[in-house]
């Protein structure tokens, strides 16, 4: 076959697939296998065809979810999540893949990709029935031992149904950041297939987070303490600053595994001793912030001593 008639067929099965994935981004868990799909399509076509026609494509796909969605169901609102998504994953990424870190990469296409969802009708669909869940779940089973006031049972379960509410915000950014992790390195792979020039992932040991996240974190910490005191633990004090903590907190986390990676680096330790320690961090983090807050003194005293203020020319190769 001729190979610009190869290409152009590539493109078309590639905006076809772009356009197919579209439709389920509403809906969890199949966020997780559109936003992928979409992301290794308009990558591609962003790579081989221009920036200008992957987001054609993207655009595309969400005048057809506004077009044909209300008779499969979906709310005609949620083309505009689906547009601004596949822009965040496709185009976009495809761009600031070539320019910034992987990881600085990822955490602003999650907060972009967060916002658009909180404010789209599949966010509030999946918030209420998260809600609907955390009722159901505190009022049956091992949260609803025989001889329990029913009554408390009931206030409790709305209490963590309210709990859900109140750092939604934050949950959405979890929700939207596991797809950018996943969508970024995607996109970056396609990119370094065709020969492009793409920034790869800094290893953990070396991988130290812009120092203006230690900003949302003070003001956090200060909207938390005002709300406490003045507003008695109630208002929109509390809620902005557990959300602005809640989402900063995976990148100190982050920060705080790159100083154990260094650690285990000197100690020369093996993958599967590095694995098993990486898992107890995460899990004692869980319970008690002390990975997030090892990774807030880094970014203060740079424990590892890693050069700051210095531009890092662009990278290729593996991610």
């Given at each position: 076959m001729d190979p610009k008639a190869a290409d152009n067929l590539?493109?078309?099965?590639?905006?076809l697939a772009a356009l197919a994935a579209g439709f389920i981004l509403t809906s969890l868990p199949w966020i997780y296998v559109g936003l992928p799909v979409a992301a290794l399509a308009l990558g591609w076509i962003a790579y081989r065809n221009g920036w200008l026609a992957s987001s054609a494509v993207a655009l595309f796909a969400a005048v057809l979810v506004a077009a044909v969605g209300p008779r499969l169901g979906l709310d005609r609102m949620d083309a505009g999540f689906v547009g601004v998504a596949l822009l965040a994953v496709g185009p976009g990424t495809a761009m600031a893949i070539r320019r910034y870190s992987p990881g600085s990469v990822v955490f602003a296409v999650g907060l972009v990709l967060a916002a658009v969802f909180f404010v789209s009708p599949a966010g509030t669909n999946a918030l209420t029935g998260l809600?609907?869940?955390?009722?159901?779940?505190?009022?049956?089973?091992?949260?609803?031992?025989?001889?329990?006031?029913?009554?408390?049972i009931a206030q409790l379960s709305e209490q963590f149904a309210q709990y859900v509410a109140l750092v939604w915000p934050a949950i959405a950014f979890g929700l939207m950041g596991l797809c950018a992790l996943i969508t970024v390195p995607l996109v970056?792979?396609?990119?370094?297939?065709?020969?492009v020039e793409v920034r790869r992932f800094t290893p953990l040991a070396e991988m130290d987070a812009s120092f203006h996240l230690v900003w949302p974190t003070i003001a956090g910490l200060a909207l938390l303490a005002a709300g406490t005191y003045v507003a008695h633990g109630k208002g929109w004090m509390i809620a902005v600053g557990l959300n602005a903590l809640l989402i900063v907190r995976p990148a100190l986390v982050a920060q705080g595994l790159g100083d154990f990676a260094a650690l285990y680096r000197r100690?020369?330790?093996?993958?599967?001793?590095?694995?098993i320690g990486y898992t107890s961090l995460l899990l004692a983090e869980s319970i008690l912030p002390s990975t997030s807050v090892l990774g807030l003194v880094d970014l203060f005293f740079n424990l590892r001593r890693l050069p700051r203020g210095?531009?890092?020319?662009?990278?290729t190769g593996d991610i």
């Open positions: 590539n493109l078309l099965r590639l905006g809600m609907a869940d955390m009722r159901t779940v505190f009022s049956t089973g091992v949260f609803n031992p025989q001889g329990a006031d029913r009554q408390q970056a792979i396609m990119g370094r297939r065709q020969g100690l020369h330790l093996g993958r599967i001793a590095r694995g210095e531009p890092t020319p662009p990278a």
